[in-house]
């Protein structure tokens, strides 16, 4: 992989950071939660119990809005950018969420240019 003019060995978990994209992928969930999605979330939810897995957690839009019926949250998010915001969402979820690092197909699938 080339970085900045100098040549570093690409690991199979860079592939799957991609910070810009994170970035972006924040500041337009912001506008879709405001234009209705904070309560097709809350729908989405709704009637879930006991422990959840939600894999690809991004930055922890839905944490919120998991009904207290759900007991625990394991939330796999794989991108450090978002992982580091779900975490900040998780101390603010009215359930336990626990995220974790993680990703839902096996790296050596993944393709470095």
């Not at 097709?40 to 991004?58: K, M, P, Q």
């Not at 939330?75 to 998780?90: F, G, I, K, N």
């Not at 603010?92 to 050596?108: E, L």
């Amino acid at each position: 992989m080339i970085t900045e003019g100098r040549t570093t060995s690409a690991t199979k978990t860079d592939a799957l950071q991609h910070p810009m994209f994170a970035r972006f992928s924040m500041r337009l969930a912001g506008l879709a939660e405001r234009l209705g999605a904070a309560e097709h979330r809350t729908r989405l939810l709704a009637g879930l119990t006991g422990r959840v897995i939600e894999v690809g957690a991004g930055h922890g839009p839905n944490f919120r809005h998991y009904p207290s019926t759900v007991r625990e949250v394991l939330a796999v998010e794989p991108e450090d950018t978002l992982r580091a915001h779900a975490q900040q969402a998780a101390e603010n979820a009215p359930v336990t969420v626990k995220v974790v690092a993680g990703s839902p197909i096996r790296n050596d699938h993944v393709h470095h240019p």
